[in-house]
Each structure stands twice: as C-alpha cells, then as structure tokens.
Nanobody, 122 residues
Framework: VQLQAFGGGLVQAGGSLRLSCAASGRAFSSLCMGWFRQAPGKEREFVIGISRSGSNTYYTDSVKGRFTISRDNAKNAVYVQMNSLKPEDTGVYYC????????????????WGQGTQVTVSS
C-alpha cells in the first residue's frame, strides 16, 4: 500500500484547508484510514479515523466540529476538510491506513504517507 498526501499549506487562523490522500496497491476499500499530525517538538497525534465503508468516524476532541473526514472508495482517496483552523493545528499531517478493522485505535495503523505541512498563522 502506497499513500500520498496532498493539500497542506499556509493559512490564517479561521481559514480552511482540504487535505487529500491517494492510495495505491491493495484494495483501498479494505483499509481503515486515518490522519495523524505532529507539531514541532511534540509526539505524533492521532487526529481522525474512518472505517472501511466510511460510515464510522473518530475525531480527537480538539478537532470535533471543525474537521470532517470522508472517503471515496471508487477513487481510492480519503479527504479531510479542515475549517476554523487554529495555530495549534499547525503540524505535519500524515495519512495512514490499516487492514485492521479498528479505525479508532491509533496503534493499528501501519501504512504511512509522506506527510504534508499545515501551518496556521495567528
């Protein structure tokens, strides 16, 4: 499984960004997908997860109501719409996948994309 993330950038606080992750390789619809982020000097944090069908999602508390994850299994892609961005959302965002069915458990994610930088200025 190869994952590639797109869509990071520099945005002012209150702005929006949409991240995309394209997958290739084994059946995308069998993967649970997630996004992690790593802020400077901090450990990688599990932010969002989505089940294989897209019917179940997980959001860490700090992004609830602002971020929305979705997936298109026909296009082998997963997306994150990030609204009302805050400076504390700054970090490198990593797309990740797992064939384990527990989309809400960060430790089961084993496939990783290269990361895309999100910078939110105050």
């Amino acid at each position: 499984v190869q994952l590639q993330a797109f869509g990071g950038g520099l945005v002012q606080a209150g702005g929006s960004l949409r991240l995309s992750c394209a997958a290739s390789g084994r059946a995308f619809s069998s993967l649970c997908m997630g996004w992690f982020r790593q802020a400077p000097g901090k450990e990688r944090e599990f932010v969002i997860g989505i089940s294989r069908s897209g019917s179940n999602t997980y959001y860490t508390d700090s992004v609830k109501g602002r971020f929305t994850i979705s997936r298109d299994n026909a296009k082998n892609a997963v997306y994150v719409q990030m609204n009302s961005l805050k400076p504390e959302d700054t970090g490198v965002y990593y797309c990740s996948g797992t064939f384990d069915g527990r989309w809400y458990v960060p430790e089961v994610y084993t496939y990783w994309g290269q990361g895309t930088q999100v910078t939110v200025s105050s």
